[in-house]
């Protein structure tokens, strides 16, 4: 848990530097291929069974925070290089382990759009299986990270095609901000500081409260502080089915919580489950809280997903992850 735990806090902090990435953007390439959080690695048989080749398939395998059931970060696939195919070299999150006593210098590169647009390749070069260990464990943080990133722009890119301007249009005269709103979204609730949006489906349902409130002092963006005030405005704003049920927090599992900086923002997360107090329902939330110093008003994004019947909920939340981080306040420049 230790190490989960070091690898939830520091990778979106790493994630939000700015890495140096070879972008090769230039002729044609295809569309990525695979599904959101597949990831291949490509590594040769013999070195396959190394410190480094098992160290890098549990390093991308390890659980993602805040889900009720256990699932991987990524999907992992393996490949040897003479299988390399053409077809593999679209997939979308790709890391390549060149291990050679022939290879001049030990290296790590990170390139963004190599053989196909939007793909994301990590292509580490070493002389022997211990400096491939000694390179993927230094910068183990740093690969994590740019793969999320990678995930998290690519359904950044999709929603800002296919959003709802309605929506978007509603929160920026509510709150003066611009937020990617995805078209299948509806709303369903609103009042003078809170909204409540979501997408319906037989078998799911995701959720997105955007609300406010005073900022009072420090002590306002404090753990206790934005738990509770999340669970009071669910008791009001969200009835369960049953008479006197609501949605609350499930306070008997982790809330993790962190400080981070996104488009020019401090912005303080949650992450944890959600249930309906007097009712059998339940799922993973997602909450991003700042300030508007211009109000004096903190704006909390609120994403919860409910998948009784799925398994995978971790790409519906990083579906919603990738909304909340195209948060950014109107009069602040882009």
């Known amino acids: ?4 735990l070091r690898q939830y806090f520091l990778v979106l902090i790493i994630g939000l530097l700015t890495f140096s990435c070879k972008n090769k953007s230039e002729g044609y390439k295809p569309v990525v291929a695979g599904k959101a959080g597949e990831l291949l690695i490509v590594i040769d048989g013999k070195w396959k069974k190394t410190e480094g080749g098992k160290y890098i398939r549990q390093m991308m395998n390890q659980p993602y925070l805040g889900l009720p059931q256990e699932e991987p970060i990524f999907d992992i696939m393996v490949a040897p290089h003479d299988a390399f195919t053409s077809y593999m070299k679209t997939i979308r999150n790709i890391v390549v382990a060149d291990i050679s006593p022939g290879i001049t ?3 790590i590169h990170y390139y963004k759009s190599l053989w196909a647009k939007e793909q994301a390749v990590v292509r580490i070069s070493a002389k022997t299986p211990e400096a491939f260990d000694e390179i993927i464990r230094r910068h183990e943080l740093k690969m994590i990270s740019f793969f999320n990133r990678a995930e998290r722009e690519r359904s950044m890119r999709f929603y800002k095609g296919y959003s709802s301007v309605k929506l978007m249009n509603k929160l920026k005269r509510k709150w003066d901000c611009q937020i990617i709103v995805p078209g299948s979204f509806k709303g369903n609730k609103g009042g003078e500081d809170f909204v409540w949006m979501s997408e319906e489906k037989d078998l799911s349902s995701q959720g997105l409260l955007v609300y406010s409130f005073d900022y009072v002092e420090e002590g306002t963006f404090s753990k206790e502080y934005l738990l509770n005030k999340r669970d009071s405005v669910l008791k009001i704003n969200l009835p369960g089915a049953a008479a006197g049920s609501y949605m609350t927090t499930e306070h008997t599992f982790p809330v993790i919580y962190k400080k981070d900086a996104i488009n020019e923002n401090e912005v303080y997360e949650l992450r944890g489950l959600w249930k309906v107090q ?4 339940g799922g993973p939330f997602i909450l991003q ?3 508007d110093k211009r ?5 909390v994004t609120d994403g919860y997903v409910y998948a009784p019947e799925k398994p995978k909920k971790r790409t519906m939340i990083r579906q919603l992850e990738a909304v909340m981080y195209s948060f950014r306040f109107s009069h602040k420049k882009k």
């Open 278 to 281: 007097g009712d059998m329902m």
């Open 105 to 107: 210098n030990d290296t």
């Open 1 to 4: 848990m230790r190490g989960i």
């Open 295 to 299: 109000t004096n008003k903190v704006i």
């Open 289 to 291: 809280a700042r300030l």
